[in-house]
């Protein structure tokens, strides 16, 4: 690519070296289905010699190439390396729309792409910045309580997907939004904060080109698998009667394969009764393992003096 050319469609993500497996298994995810397409990880965190950043399957952006903000003193504001990532998160977007990028297709780590990215992309030519919600109907049965909490709490949008295309209006977002989490991006449920994501909740009624995609295929998980029951068909995963387009393994741990996420402890969210979903947490276990999670869960983060791990 020539000097000053930028892919027009980029994926980012953001990390500690603690999470690099996930990135790794979300990058061989996005290989597949979108080989066109390059994944940009922020690493949250310093290699330490721990691993070569060079040598990934995808670029490493180190906090100090971020020239609109001082993410490492926004770093080192968090005692939780997880806070401190996802404070970064629109700074990430930001940074890759100022160096040329059209359009930027935010992905956590904990997500997996399982068909191709259509509605985010072509999305983007009706809307400036994409949101997905936790819920695209309302969730009725014996779990309805539950679930109406976790959504009063977590928010209604889910973060874990963001879509942006470069203009006016994504810039107002993004810089809003980044100021916000520099600020104040942290868990306190009685006050009703949770971290990116109820800050996000605000935008689709105060800047233009803001809109939830309401697609059931996007951003599917352990809060909608009962609304978005997981299949193949022809060898494609659908969620519904849609294609499944990104997984979100929100809460799991691959050492507790047998458990889906840890997030809804009201709910033993057993492996062996979600179905598909419950194969492919596990399948998704050990492409974990084989990408290095054993090792890499491990690695202190950079920025905290008591060495923690996100």
């Known amino acids: 690519m020539a000097m000053g050319v930028r892919d027009p469609v980029i994926v980012a993500a953001i990390a500690t070296k603690a999470r690099l497996a996930g990135a790794r298994v979300l990058a061989q995810s996005l290989r597949r289905h979108h080989p066109e397409l390059e994944l940009a990880l922020l690493l949250v965190d310093e290699p330490q010699g721990c691993f070569d950043p060079a040598a990934e399957p995808f670029e490493v952006i180190r906090l100090r190439e971020v020239a609109h903000r001082d993410l490492v003193e926004q770093a080192r504001s968090h005692a939780n390396p997880g806070t401190a990532a996802m404070s970064m998160k629109a ?46 109907e309302p969730v009725t049965g014996p779990d309805a309580a539950l679930w109406g909490y976790y959504t009063r709490v977590n928010g209604a949008l889910n973060t874990g997907v963001v879509a942006v295309r470069e203009g006016a209006p994504a810039r107002a977002f993004l810089g809003w939004w980044g100021d916000r989490l520099a600020e104040d991006c942290d868990v306190d449920i009685p006050g009703g904060r949770f971290l990116d994501q109820r800050w996000a909740d605000l935008a689709p009624g105060m800047f233009e ?19 978005r029951p997981l299949s193949l068909r022809d060898g494609s995963l659908h969620a519904g009667d849609v294609p499944c387009r990104v997984l979100h393994l929100s809460g799991f741990d691959p050492a507790v394969p047998e458990q889906l996420t840890h997030h809804v402890p009201e709910r033993a969210m057993r492996a062996a009764d979600a179905g598909l979903a419950g194969e492919l947490a596990e399948d998704y276990a050990r492409e974990l393992r084989r990408a290095g999670w054993d090792e890499c869960s491990r690695w202190p983060w950079a920025y905290a003096p008591d060495r923690a791990t996100m």
């Open 91 to 136: 700074a990430a977007i930001e940074h890759l729309l100022r160096r040329g990028h059209e359009r930027v297709i935010y992905l956590d780590t904990d997500t997996i792409v399982t068909n191709p990215l259509t509605t985010l992309i072509d999305g983007l030519g009706r809307a400036d910045v994409l949101l997905t919600p936790h819920h695209v």
């Open 209 to 227: 080109g803001v809109a939830v995609l309401a697609d059931p295929g996007t951003n599917v998980a352990f809060w909608n698998l009962p609304q």
